[in-house]
Structures are given as structure tokens and as C-alpha cells.
């Protein structure tokens, strides 16, 4: 198929009249529905499932010409008008491009050159109305399908290029770049994509170009109980899984996310549903967070029947703990009823410990990872705590600092080495002690957890008998582990070295404490009266 290109995406989209409410485009798409080709006519090459939804009605008629001006021709196309995908809450998932993509000035002439006139629905030649994508999946002719919000608008060469691309490359799935996307994805063009392709698995929206055949052979649906961009991920998820090539087209900007006719560009589409705003709003919806869990939990469902462990499943999964958990365990979650708060909880749980692997923790931001590891230890209270210290001062910072050391009497001639220290972390006793480690002697040492006095945050003591300590120097640390974080506590500046006596059998022995000059502690057992022959420059470290 030969197909000509113009350097220009924007040329040729029509104007139309305006229609406040959408009733004259719906009407006219009511007046064609069920319009069907001759007997005996080829299959059009696309079909065009055009989703309607609130914001999107007042420019159904725009979309609507933006396809009758196609250069593949609009007997080529043929058009479904749902009334959306099945019904759901505000949804969404996905990372926000780096500027929100937008439909030209509406003032721009759009007509192309040298044609008579502008393209208007009616030149549509076959248009039906089905109530949901998935009736609209049930009547596709075309040989490919395309799925777009009825805000947006295509370029006038979008069909005719990604058509082309599908069929000369062998593509099942063709990514089309977005006017003023960022996404990394579309960097540049790629045919014959493979899966784990950096950025792949952060655009999931439904607005590509699918070959139909593998999607009936599937029988690919989308769920009709979770929110529509999650919705719109399973479904595409498992199309990506299945598809023989895939490719991301970058050269051309293919479609315009619908935005208001006038006044400021505002998101719509895709890129709403899928922004971390969007989200967010979602979730504090009634029953918003749960329908955003069963979302989530069904995207993940599809990549691990697709993936094993390894490189490809963690970028997808990475995506899903990065964006959708972070809004799960997020603001959300701390204004959700106790009752959601517990169901919402116990889902997060499952997906932790069903598909939180090292990998995709490395990949996570440390307030995240914090988050997962009051959820892995089923303390819903310790997130709640972390949640309530993240809006008044931001995420917990990973630290941990030691605070003192000093010999404590625990007989009549003996001591105990008492360290203290302090996190802000919150509620870190609730974990048990497993969080903190010793260095130096860890099987002496006694660690007690409590809530710290005068603020946020949990005070560490550790108890180490002098006895453990062999003669000599030794050096001890303190550290907290987290799930896929450990950090080392730094020794407070101008903390001084301490000093107290005990009895080793019969003998009397001098026990020093220290800073190491780094992140931990020096410990010094010394005989009383050191033979002469003892170097100086221990005497001298012993000593400081």
C-alpha cells in the first residue's frame, strides 16, 4: 500500500461547527448506526472505536471529521461510538508525559489545501453505536482497530502511516505518539520492539493500533469491574504479550489529546486517566481505592500468567508498585474509612508478597520501599503512622543516628554497654527487632525498640554485656534494615569517648568506649597496668 506523507500532522484536520453538548454529533452517528458495507465489499482496513464520555461529548463532532479527513480514505474506516468503556469509577494509571499533550488552537485553518471543503462526519461511510468497547469488539470489521476518546483528534495521515507500518512490518501492535508527549517511549522510532524495551510498560493506555485477528483468536476483553485505565492496561497488557512484533512510531504526531476549544489546554483522554493526579483523585472517591486495587491486581495477574521472574516481568511490575501501589498506600489510603483501610490493606499484602521481588525494589524511591515494609509485616498501623509523618514533614528519611554510649553498673563489679540511638522512622518496633543489626558482636548484644519521647519516631537501645567483649579493641556497629533498604547509624559529632572499670576474674580491667572516626564505635578491654612492651600507638588508640 503506497502512502503519501506530509511534513505536516496538523494539516487537513478540520473545523466544524460547534456543538456545545455533542447532540448533532450523536445524532448523526444514531442516524448511521448500523450502517453496513455492500455485499460482497472488501473489510475496511481500521476500525475506530470512538469512546464517549462526559467531557468528551461537546467534541465528538471534531473527532468525528478529524476521521472522515483520513488520507487512507474513509471508506477504508469504519467507526463504533461507545458510550465508553464498561462502567467504572474515575480511573486511571500511568506515568504523566513530561507537558500534557494537546489538540492545535481551534482557530487554526485545518482544511487541506485546496480541498473544497472541509470533511464532516457524513462522509463517514459506516458508523455504528454500541453501548461499551467490549459490544464494539464483538462487531469489528476492519483488519486493524484503533481506540480513541472522542476529545481527541487524529492527524490526517495517522491511519494511512500506522496501517502501513502494520502491514509492511508484521506489527500486532503499533505505539503512536501523542502530539507533545514526553514520554520516553517515543524517543525515536522502533519496529520489531522487544518487550523489555525501557518505557514500554509505562504506556499502557488502549490508544494504539491492534490487529484484530489475535484479539478475537484471544478473545481479549476489558474488565468491566475495575477503573477504565485499568481496564485499558490488562487489555493491552495482554495484547502485548501475545503480539508476534510490536513497534513505537515517533516520526509523526498522530493524535491530539482532546482539549478544551478554547481557553487554557487542559488534559483529557488517556494521558487524564492515566496522570498520578487522576489517580489520586480516583482513590479518594467512594469505594475508588478498592476499585483502583482490583484494577491494579488484574494488570499484575496478566503479567505474571505471561512472565516467569526475571528482566522482563520486573519492568512491568516496576511500573505497577512505582505508580498505581504508590497511590494504594499513599494519602488515600490514611482518609479511607477503617473498614476500606483494612480490605485495601489486606490486597496490598498479597501483592507485596506475590510479586515484590529485590529487583523491583532496587527500582523503587526509598519512601516507597519504607511503605512495603510495614505492608510485608501486615502492620497496617506502622503505615498509617509512616503516612501521617509523610503529610507533616515529607517522607521519613532513611537515617539512623546514634545518640550515646556509656557503661552502665549491672552488679558490684560489673558492666553493661548500653548504645541508644534514634530513627525517625515510626512505629519501627511493631516489626520486632530483626530491623536493627550489630556489628562486631550481634549475638551478645540485646536490642529494645520504643516509640521516641517528644516527637515521630523510634529510639533504639542496645545492651551489651562487658563480658562479651574480648581483650583488646574491637569495633561495633549499629544498622537498619528495611525491606530493600539498610543504612548505617552515624555516631553523633562531639560524642566523647567514656570510661568505666570491672573485674575479669580476680583482675581489674579498664572498658572504654569511642567514636571510630566513622559510623560506628571502638571498644577497648584493657588490663589495669599495661605490661611495658605495649606499643604506643595502641596505648594512644586505646586511649582516645
Keep these: 500500500m503506497e502512502v503519501a506523507m506530509s511534513s505536516s500532522s496538523t494539516a487537513g484536520i478540520p ?12 445524532a448523526g452517528a ?6 453496513k458495507a455492500p455485499a460482497g465489499a472488501e473489510a475496511p482496513d481500521v476500525t475506530v472505536v470512538v469512546a464517549v464520555r462526559e467531557d468528551g461529548r461537546p467534541r465528538l463532532g471534531r473527532c468525528l471529521a478529524s476521521l472522515a479527513g483520513q488520507t487512507i480514505g474513509a471508506a477504508r474506516i469504519e467507526v463504533l461510538v461507545t458510550g465508553g468503556p464498561p462502567q467504572s469509577p474515575p480511573d486511571g494509571a500511568g506515568p504523566a508525559p513530561s507537558h500534557a499533550p494537546h489538540a492545535p488552537p481551534h482557530d487554526q485553518p485545518w482544511a487541506s489545501s485546496g480541498a473544497a471543503r472541509s470533511p464532516s462526519p457524513a462522509d463517514l461511510g459506516a458508523v455504528g453505536r454500541t453501548d461499551t468497547a467490549n459490544q464494539a469488539l464483538e462487531r469489528v470489521r476492519g483488519r486493524y482497530l484503533f481506540f480513541l476518546d472522542a476529545a481527541d483528534l487524529l492527524g490526517r495521515e495517522a491511519l494511512a502511516r500506522l496501517v502501513h507500518a502494520a502491514d509492511s ?10 502530539a507533545a508527549s514526553g514520554a520516553a517511549v517515543f524517543a525515536r522510532t522502533r519496529h520489531r520492539v522487544p518487550l523489555g524495551e525501557p518505557g514500554l510498560a509505562w504506556e499502557l493506555s488502549a490508544a494504539k493500533l491492534f490487529r484484530r485477528e489475535p484479539l478475537l483468536r484471544h478473545g481479549l476483553r ?26 513505537v512510531l515517533a516520526d509523526y504526531d498522530y493524535r491530539f489529546a482532546g482539549g478544551a476549544a478554547t481557553g487554557p489546554v487542559r488534559r483529557s483522554g488517556p494521558e487524564a486517566r492515566n496522570s498520578p493526579a487522576a489517580l489520586a483523585a480516583a482513590a479518594a472517591e467512594p469505594g475508588g481505592l478498592e476499585g483502583l486495587l482490583r484494577g491494579t491486581a488484574a494488570a499484575m495477574a496478566v ?6 521472574p526475571g528482566p522482563l516481568g520486573d519492568g512491568f511490575r516496576l511500573r505497577h508498585f512505582a505508580h498505581e501501589c504508590d497511590v494504594l498506600t499513599g494519602p488515600a489510603f490514611l482518609k479511607a474509612p477503617e473498614p476500606e483501610r483494612r480490605r485495601v490493606f489486606a490486597g496490598v499484602r498479597r501483592l507485596v508478597a506475590d510479586h515484590l521481588g529485590d529487583a523491583v525494589l532496587a527500582g523503587l524511591r526509598p519512601g516507597l520501599r519504607l511503605r512495603f515494609s510495614y505492608v510485608r509485616a501486615g502492620d497496617q498501623a506502622g503505615l498509617v503512622s509512616v503516612l501521617r509523618y509523610e503529610a507533616g514533614h515529607g517522607a521519613p528519611p532513611l537515617r539512623t543516628d546514634l545518640v550515646s554510649a556509656d557503661w552502665r553498673r549491672t552488679g558490684a563489679a560489673r558492666r553493661t ?4 540511638a534514634r530513627t525517625p522512622l515510626p512505629h519501627l518496633g511493631a516489626l520486632g527487632t530483626g530491623p536493627v543489626r550489630l556489628t562486631g558482636c550481634p549475638e551478645a548484644g540485646r536490642v529494645l525498640l520504643r516509640p521516641a519521647s517528644g516527637g515521630a519516631g523510634t ?5 551489651i554485656p562487658a563480658e562479651a567483649f574480648p581483650a583488646g579493641r574491637t569495633r561495633i556497629g549499629l544498622s537498619t534494615a528495611l525491606l530493600g533498604t539498610e543504612h548505617t547509624a552515624a555516631v553523633a559529632p562531639g560524642t566523647a569517648p567514656r570510661q568505666a572499670h570491672a573485674l575479669r576474674g580476680l583482675r581489674p580491667y579498664r572498658l572504654d568506649v569511642s567514636p571510630d572516626g566513622g559510623d560506628g564505635l571502638v571498644v577497648a578491654v584493657l588490663p589495669v597496668g599495661l605490661p611495658v612492651g605495649l606499643p604506643v600507638g595502641l596505648r594512644r588508640t586505646e586511649r582516645a
Design 15 to 26: 473545523a466544524v461547527p460547534g456543538d456545545p453538548d455533542g447532540t448533532k454529533a450523536l
Design 30 to 35: 444514531e442516524a448511521l448506526a448500523g450502517t
Design 169 to 178: 512490518k508484521g506489527h500486532d501492535v503499533v505505539y503512536a505518539k501523542t
Design 222 to 247: 476489558f474488565a468491566e469491574d475495575v477503573p477504565v485505565g485499568l481496564a485499558e492496561q490488562a487489555f493491552t497488557l495482554e495484547a502485548l504479550f501475545r503480539a508476534r512484533r510490536v513497534a
Design 303 to 308: 503479567t505474571a500468567r505471561f512472565t516467569g
Design 417 to 420: 554497654l548500653v548504645v541508644t
Design 459 to 463: 529510639e533504639i537501645e542496645v545492651r
